[in-house]
């Protein structure tokens, strides 16, 4: 519980952040399964149009500092090598 003011905003500014970071984390995620099912399935084409949507909102995540700048590269990576396996 919030004893003063600044304690006060401090808790509201966290809850509206995590929130927003609970958001981008979960999208990320889901477009990360899409793109693993995709592939699953065989179907190279449903793959590289879930992969082309994946990447850029893993880069977001990594700018909005929802998750590390290395730790979006490797998820890129390893996404696009799994779909290039289907070529």
Known sequence: MANHKSAAKRNRQNAIRNARNTHLRSTMRTLVKQVREAVAA??????????????????????????????????????????????
């Open 42 to 87: 065989g179907d190279q084409a449903v793959a590289q149009a879930a992969l082309t949507k994946a990447i850029p909102y893993i880069d977001k995540t990594a700018t909005k500092g929802v998750i590390h700048k290395a730790s979006a590269s490797r998820k890129i990576s390893r996404l696009t090598k799994l779909v290039n396996t289907l070529a």
